[in-house]
T-cell receptor
């Protein structure tokens, strides 16, 4: 297992377009998280899944954002009608259980909305 | 909502000097985790502290959890250029989703 994999690594899109990112967690991990990080800031929680169930969503996650984790494996994060304020690094992380041994983060997808 | 602040925001040291970052929360922390993020990289887990007053060491790194569980610190002895990066503390909260601190960026020069 090579860790948490995210793709694409970079995405440039025009304002108003829809984008989708994918995250493949560590296979033994049952929890998967999405975070957003802007320059100079710490990651901000967006949502998390335990297996296929989405257990919590941040108030940051507007109705333009949707995340899925079919069959409790990989996850997708879709942003509809992108805005310039959506430009950020989108990080995926996974953990086994409650993350006692830490969360493993992927390399992220950097989104630029022009 | 909860605020987790770190000081300093930035520190520049010469190799061999010590470094400390402090993490303070407006509310009682559940468990505290520390992460390191290299420039252009992603957060990498360093350690978790659970108990009030806990102290853990990893080679040149010493982590402390405050007695009241409202603060934590990371101390690096004799910094090296490989220590460059941003250090984040993060509260695991009750639902085990991380609330990250504001981060301390460390620059080390020869």
């Amino acid at each position: 297992d090579t860790g948490v994999s995210q793709n694409p690594r970079h995405k440039i899109t025009k304002r108003g377009q829809n984008v989708t990112f994918r995250c493949d967690p560590i296979s033994e991990h049952n929890r998967l998280y999405w975070y957003r990080q802007t320059l100079g800031q710490g990651p901000e929680f967006l949502t998390y899944f335990q297996n296929e169930a989405q257990l919590e969503k941040s108030r940051l996650l507007s109705d333009r954002f949707s995340a899925e984790r079919p069959k409790g494996s990989f996850s997708t994060l879709e942003i509809q009608r992108t805005e310039q304020g959506d430009s950020a690094m989108y990080l995926c992380a996974s953990s086994f259980g409650t993350g006692l041994y830490g969360y493993t983060f992927g390399s992220g997808t950097r989104l630029t909305v022009v | 909502g909860q605020q987790v602040m770190q000081i300093p925001q930035y520190q520049h040291v010469q190799e061999g000097e010590d470094f400390t970052t402090y993490c303070n929360s407006s509310t009682t922390l559940s468990n505290i985790q520390w992460y390191k993020q290299r420039p252009g990289g992603h957060p990498v887990f360093l350690i978790q502290l659970v108990k009030s007053g806990e102290v853990k060491k990893q080679k040149r790194l010493t982590f402390q959890f405050g007695e009241a569980k409202k603060n934590s610190s990371l101390h690096i002895t004799a910094t090296q250029t490989t220590d460059v990066g941003t250090y984040f503390c993060a509260d695991t909260g009750t639902a085990s989703k991380l609330t990250f601190g504001t981060g301390t960026r460390l620059q080390v020069t020869l």
